[in-house]
């Protein structure tokens, strides 16, 4: 191993309970993620035993209420435990990040007893969910959905396909948006679909350039019931709900994408000074020790940015425009970092005997999900200079 191998992360958490679970995170990720990630992202393998496994350790609810099977953690903790399991292996980071947006829902507008009903189930009882959202013709222009819930007497009857749905198909519930009225956003209500409901069906997974152990999948509603309990909010409340859970699942995004860069690093700096040319390690050349700084500038200036938003949210104040400029800043800075790993590492980089090919493929599907980085510079736009005229 070279002198100067790469060292945990240095945290500025905010209690001892929270440097305890940085450690047992820590401790399951070196354990029981990375030493398989490389080999099951290859063969395409979800690994739902994880997610288990992290359910069984508390971690599937960490940022909402230990009332119903939540971890009382503020969401800077949160976010610092998703980056460590993203720097161990993005699935199960995203995976976590995206169980979490689907659990906002409910979480934040359900009623008191939809609460005690579902929640304890969806936060600490091994189901894993997914947020239904886009389709195949509206994706940025979420608003224009057309998948259609009909009041049938106590029911909804819901019809529609949603796209791009990571854990489309093997999700235990699903977070609906569905047209309950008139066009545009104010006639979108949002539901809670069980996973086994009749007439619910995943389509087969996308053939993506990376993350290949996370399922992404069209999702089918032909006819699927649903009772009117399950419906989340006011009708018409849906795309309001959308955003807001959106807000929270960008800083969500934004954490994986500095553990996945991290990661990345960790790897160049390992490689660097242990690689020897002209008779001494290639770490020792200025240009190349100039690149790892500025990778590591860059991803400190991320968490910053995204523990600044996070703490915003914790003290119950505006962060809308904060979360899009961290998941702008940081999924940017990923598929940097993981380029200029590749280099580091010159023509071994480019073979999957190192991560930092696999590392440099899933950054790039960070810039898009949960909003384009396009749509995060419009969104901060709006906050800076107000509405686009017409």
Request: hydrophobic share 40%.
């Amino acid at each position: 191993m070279p002198d100067h191998a790469p060292q945990p992360v240095d945290r500025q958490l905010p209690t001892d309970e929270a440097r305890d679970l940085i450690s047992l995170v820590r401790d399951i990720a070196q354990r029981e993620i990375a030493p398989s990630a490389a080999q099951e992202e290859d063969a395409g393998r979800f690994p739902r035993e994880v997610f288990t496994l992290l359910s069984r350790s508390g971690l599937l609810g960490l940022p909402y209420d230990s009332e119903y099977g939540g971890g009382d953690q503020p969401y800077e903790v949160y976010l610092q435990v998703l980056e460590e399991l993203a720097a161990a292996r993005l699935t199960v980071g995203l995976g976590l990040s995206v169980h979490t947006l689907a659990s906002y829902a409910l979480a934040a507008y359900g009623s008191k007893e939809q609460q005690v009903e579902h929640l304890p189930m969806m936060l600490g009882g091994g189901l894993l969910g997914a947020y239904c959202l886009s389709e195949p013709s509206s994706g940025s222009d979420a608003a224009s959905l057309r998948t259609r819930a009909v009041r049938d007497g106590e029911d909804w009857v819901i019809d529609g396909t949603k796209a791009w749905i990571t854990h489309g198909g093997i999700a235990d519930f699903y977070t609906v948006m569905a047209r309950t009225g008139e066009d545009g956003p104010r006639g979108i209500t949002a539901f809670l679909v069980p996973g086994d409901a009749e007439g619910l069906t995943g389509a087969a997974p996308e053939k993506k350039m990376g993350l290949k152990g996370s399922p992404t999948a069209q999702v089918h509603f032909d006819g699927v019931r649903v009772p009117d309990e399950r419906r989340i909010g006011d009708e018409g409340q849906g795309f309001a709900i959308a955003l807001a859970s959106l807000d929270s699942g960008r800083l969500g995004i934004a954490a994986c994408a500095i553990g996945l860069a991290q990661a990345a690093l960790d790897e160049a700096v390992a490689y660097a000074t242990g690689r020897q040319q002209f008779g001494r390690p290639i770490a020792d050349f200025q240009g190349l020790r100039f690149l790892l700084a500025d990778m590591a500038t860059q991803i400190e200036a991320g968490r910053a940015l995204y523990l600044s938003a996070a703490r915003l949210r914790d003290a119950g104040r505006p962060f809308a425009k904060q979360a899009a400029m961290a998941k702008l800043h940081c999924t940017d800075t990923a598929m940097r970092v993981t380029t200029d790993a590749v280099q580091v590492l010159g023509g071994y980089g480019y073979t999957a005997d190192f991560p930092v090919e696999r590392y440099m493929r899933e950054a790039k599907v960070l810039q898009i999900v949960e909003g384009t980085n396009q749509i995060q510079r419009m969104v901060i736009a709006r906050h800076l200079a107000g509405p686009e005229t017409r």
